[in-house]
């Protein structure tokens, strides 16, 4: 082994303090008198300088434009991350470095504006640069582990600085498992908010808390989940970090907005590309003809000049954070990010006035619009109109069915001596009419009550156009005496009857979700899986009938200009009395605060009786089953030509006359069962 392969050089060493004083040290300083002639000393040396060598101080988001890969799998720009292809994010990354003064950061904002990749580069960062114990929270354990898969796996596989530091998972005590990320210094933990264990499980430095409006109330009855986990860094005191990420949901329930309006409320300003003028955007300011959203322009606010799409690249890169409020608590900062700031090839504002357009007359639309294109929360209706205004706006129908009807409905409330039916027609929008109250006295125990309500099946009820009508839908509610519901259900068959049972709360992705098959006794016999049973979220429809219920009708006027009825619009026929609309307005939304301050919405009634609002939310949960939310003017037209509605009813053994074209009410002899005369096959 020659000598200058196993000697280290004087001239090698790299000096631990730079500068030309006295006290500057080299590596021969430092090995002074040790025996460095072996084999492998130049590998130890240079491992030395290397350990002693400080690392540069970097913040998140220079760490991830010079370490961070993205990953095929779970990217659709795969290769090197570039922080300015969303500007926005860098201050936002930048507040979750160690040296920011801030220790809770919330992030209001719209869906896909690339919130979970800035922390995912935050998790890359503490791995690589800022070691110590971190805890991600996603809504529940099984997103926990789908995020682990999809998107911790590929970050370390694909980024060289992480994979040295985090062993592969087949490697024998490795410390890397599906939930749990050891590195020199710290670990990561994923868990979800769902899980008590996991939100208490261990301390924490650094707390990721991911799509926090989606986690439950409590975390197994043990309390606030967002709580539990900020628990974990009380040890921590200034050192911590809390990164707080969602698209909100309904205003006076987001955690999301909570935290944002007590932080100081930043906003991402950027200049006109005409006139210069900051302003941070918003929809209101978004533009486009009528019926084309391709000419979706925004308005200057300060010259009120068009800003065509082309420009926003440019305006991002010049953007600036600017607070808009003072915070409660000088360690919290906050910001908001609307899609109207999304990059040219993401989220267009062409798409976005499309989507705003599409969302029109569907409430659940809306709110999903407002949540994810605005980064807003959804304002619920709940305050009751009065029962008097409704008994003034009530109408004399030319028919059973007025011509705007193109479908029927019904809901059913079993009560302990009757069963309630009230069924209503639906057009264009939503719009909607009570045709018909039924009360069926004997309640579920009688055999003949439910005789009564199989007949309502192939009740007809008479158009406008002179054609007859039946139900396209009934929904049953099985709150009460459930097995005899699903038993006369199964007997009637799906194809007309849907059993429904209620659940509280707005956190639901779907206002109706199923069918799930639950088990049926018929005729004393228990049948695994007999019944099919769709969930209802109440109280959406409870509001959306109330936002519904404050529509105003046309004047005159208007009417005879053309002017429609709004989307929407509920009408009631002269026949209702006042018992029935005190029962449609018995409830109330009410914000309820538990004794740590947080809130929570629900409806509580003003009186006993209610089952006017119980039938119509069970109608219109039929008419949600049926498609109606999902229908598009393709749909609606077809609905206008072979609507389902029959013609009268002809003399007895005379033959129907055949229509050559099919016509909205225009429908040959009437059926005892279901809606499947000239029925469109989506609504079969």
């Known amino acids: 082994m020659s000598e200058s392969s196993s000697t280290p050089s004087q001239t090698s060493g790299s000096r631990l303090h730079e500068g030309d004083n006295e006290h500057s040290l080299t590596d021969n300083d430092l090995t002074e008198e040790l025996d460095l002639a072996f084999d492998g000393a130049e590998d130890i040396l240079r491992a030395w300088r290397r350990g002693m060598r400080p690392d540069p101080d970097l913040t998140v988001s220079e760490w991830a434009d010079r370490h961070r890969w993205l990953s095929s799998r779970a990217a659709a720009e795969p290769g090197r991350y570039r922080t300015a292809r969303a500007p926005y994010l860098r201050e936002i990354m930048d507040a979750l470095s160690p040296k920011h003064p801030a220790q809770r950061i919330s992030f209001m904002k719209a869906a896909q504006v690339g919130a979970t990749e800035a922390g995912n580069n935050w998790i890359g960062f503490v791995i690589h640069h800022a070691p110590g114990p971190m805890l991600a929270v996603l809504p529940t354990v099984e997103m926990a582990k789908r995020t682990s898969r999809g998107r911790i796996d590929p970050l370390i596989e694909d980024s060289p600085a992480l994979k040295e530091r985090v062993q592969p998972a087949r490697s024998r005590d490795a410390g890397n498992s599906m939930l749990s990320k050891e590195f020199p210094g710290g670990i990561l933990v994923l868990t979800g908010a769902n899980s008590a264990t996991g939100l208490r499980s261990m301390p924490a430095r650094y707390v990721f808390l991911d799509e926090v409006d989606a986690y439950p109330a409590s975390a197994d009855e043990e309390g606030d989940p967002v709580t539990l986990a900020e628990a974990r860094t009380t040890t921590f005191a200034h050192r911590r970090k809390v990164f707080m990420v969602s698209t909100p949901t309904i205003r006076g329930l987001s955690r999301i907005e909570r935290e944002y309006e007590a932080s100081d409320q930043r906003r991402y300003f950027v200049p006109c590309p005409h006139c210069g003028h900051r302003q941070w955007l918003q929809f209101e300011r978004l533009r ?127 009560q302990k001596d009757r069963i309630e039916v009230d069924v209503w027609a639906w057009g ?27 007949a309502i099946l192939s009740q007809t009820w008479a158009h406008e156009n002179g054609a007859f009508m039946t139900l396209a839908k009934l929904a049953i509610d099985t709150g009460y005496e459930s097995a005899a519901v699903y038993a006369w259900s199964r007997k009637q068959g799906t194809a007309q009857v849907a059993p429904v049972k209620g659940l509280e709360g707005f956190n639901r992705a779907t206002p109706v979700s199923g069918p799930t098959f639950v088990d049926a006794t018929v005729n004393g016999r228990k049948l695994k899986r007999g019944a099919r049973l769709w969930t209802v979220a109440t109280a959406t429809f409870k509001a959306e009938t109330y936002r519904y219920l404050r529509l105003e009708r046309p004047s005159d006027e208007d009417r005879e200009l053309g002017v429609p009825n709004p989307a929407g619009m509920i009408h009631l026929p002269d026949w209702t009395d006042s018992e029935w609309l005190k029962q449609l307005v018995a409830e109330q939304l009410v914000t309820i605060r538990d004794r740590r301050g947080y809130a929570r919405q629900e409806w509580q009634k003003m009186r006993e009786r209610n089952e006017a609002l119980d039938t119509r939310v069970y109608a219109r949960a039929a008419a949600w089953i049926l498609g109606a939310d999902r229908f598009d003017e393709r749909m609606w037209r077809q609905l206008e030509n072979q609507a389902g509605v029959e013609t009268a009813v002809p003399a007895q053994g005379a033959e129907p006359e055949k229509s050559i074209e099919p016509q909205a009410g225009r429908i040959a002899t009437p059926r005892r069962r279901g809606w499947k005369i000239s029925t469109p096959k989506y609504m079969e």
């Not at 264009?428 to 309500?453: F, N, Q, Y």
């Open 288 to 414: 486009w003809d009528k019926g084309r959203p391709e000419t979706a322009a925004y308005a200057c606010e300060g010259c009120e000049r068009p800003i065509a799409e082309h420009h926003k690249t440019q305006m991002l890169a010049n953007g600036e954070w600017r607070a808009t409020a003072t915070s409660t608590d000088p360690s919290a900062i906050g910001f908001h990010l609307s899609a109207l700031y999304s990059p040219i090839g993401w989220k267009s504002w062409e798409q976005i006035a499309r989507d705003w357009l599409a969302a029109q007359g569907s409430d659940e639309m809306l709110r999903a619009a407002r949540n994810t294109l605005l980064g807003e929360t959804w304002v619920e209706s709940g305050d009751a109109p009065e029962w008097q205004r409704l008994a003034d706006r009530r109408e004399v129908f030319a028919a059973q069915v007025p011509m705007g009807g193109l479908f029927l409905t019904a809901g059913a409330d079993v």
């Open 428 to 454: 264009r929008g939503l719009e909607s009419w009570l045709i018909d109250h039924i009360v069926l006295p004997g309640g579920p125990d009688d055999p003949a009550c439910w005789e009564r309500l199989t």
